[in-house]
């Protein structure tokens, strides 16, 4: 199914931050940068809307995964953050 088949694209929606799902070589170097394991960082289910969306761009995202996820603001100009895909 391709995004633009999704009834609702949450990632389209001005409130929704960008998501971006992180290959294993780049999950791999933030976690050394950050000095981090998987299971320290935020989680995120495979449920999540933002998720489902992701999935019909890149297909099935396996749990342990890792997305990246930027936000816009008016003081730090852009925020990133990191989830880990789990299970429900």
């Given amino acids: 199914m391709a995004v633009e ?3 609702f694209n949450v990632l389209k929606h001005e409130l929704v ?5 992180l290959t294993q070589e ?12 998987c299971d320290q960082l935020p989680k ?3 449920s999540d809307a933002a998720i489902k969306v992701l999935e019909n761009i890149y297909g099935p995202i396996e749990e342990g995964r890792i997305v990246k996820v ?8 852009e925020f990133v953050a990191y989830r880990l895909v ?3």
């Fill in 5 to 7: 088949n999704i009834s």
């Fill in 26 to 37: 780049e999950a791999d170097a933030v976690l050394s940068e950050k000095g981090l394991k």
């Fill in 17 to 21: 931050p960008e998501h971006y799902l």
């Fill in 44 to 46: 995120i289910r495979k």
């Fill in 70 to 77: 930027v936000r816009q603001s008016e003081t730090a100009e």
């Fill in 86 to 88: 789990i299970k429900g």
